[in-house]
């Protein structure tokens, strides 16, 4: 069961960060600040998922951005969190047309909005781009964007 979603840039600034369990916010800082440092420091060569105070971290650097996700059990599998990934990069693109950090900086309730249509209590739900995005553009279009 996923339970964080954060998006990080290179220089360890959080951009997104959403989690299925409520922890105040010390606890929060601390995690990311663990969890970040620890991604940040491995090299292109090592995998992409280790072991960390009981979750699997699972993480992608796509351009600027790390992706990072953290998993609670050991029935999930880290390929199947990585297509996630995959998926949810590929519907930010879709929606800003060719995604980058300020794109998720300045629209980040949209961002919100793309990661809530794909998760829901910590299980994915959805996968589809066209049926993540639908909502998102009837409140784009109802809004007058």
């Excluded at 606890?27 to 420091?41: F, G, P, T, W």
């Excluded at 029935?75 to 800003?96: G, K, M, P, Q």
Aim: charged share 25%; aromatic share 10%.
């Amino acid at each position: 069961m996923i339970r964080f979603v954060l998006m990080v840039n290179k220089q360890g600034q959080t951009r997104l960060a959403q989690y299925v369990n409520m922890h105040n916010i010390e606890e929060r800082c601390a995690l990311e600040s663990e969890v970040i440092r620890k991604c940040l420091s491995r090299t292109e060569t090592q995998c992409s998922f280790y072991e960390f105070r009981g979750y699997k971290v699972v993480y992608r650097r796509y351009a600027s951005l790390f992706f990072i996700v953290g998993v609670e059990g050991d029935d999930e599998n880290e390929l199947a969190i990585l297509e996630f990934i995959h998926a949810l990069v590929e519907t930010l693109d879709r929606y800003f047309e060719n995604v980058c950090e300020l794109d998720i900086m300045f629209n980040l309730e949209k961002a919100h909005f793309v990661v809530d249509e794909m998760l829901m209590n910590g299980c994915i739900i959805e996968s589809n781009k066209n049926n993540i995005l639908a909502p998102i553009h009837l409140l784009d279009k109802a809004s007058g964007m």
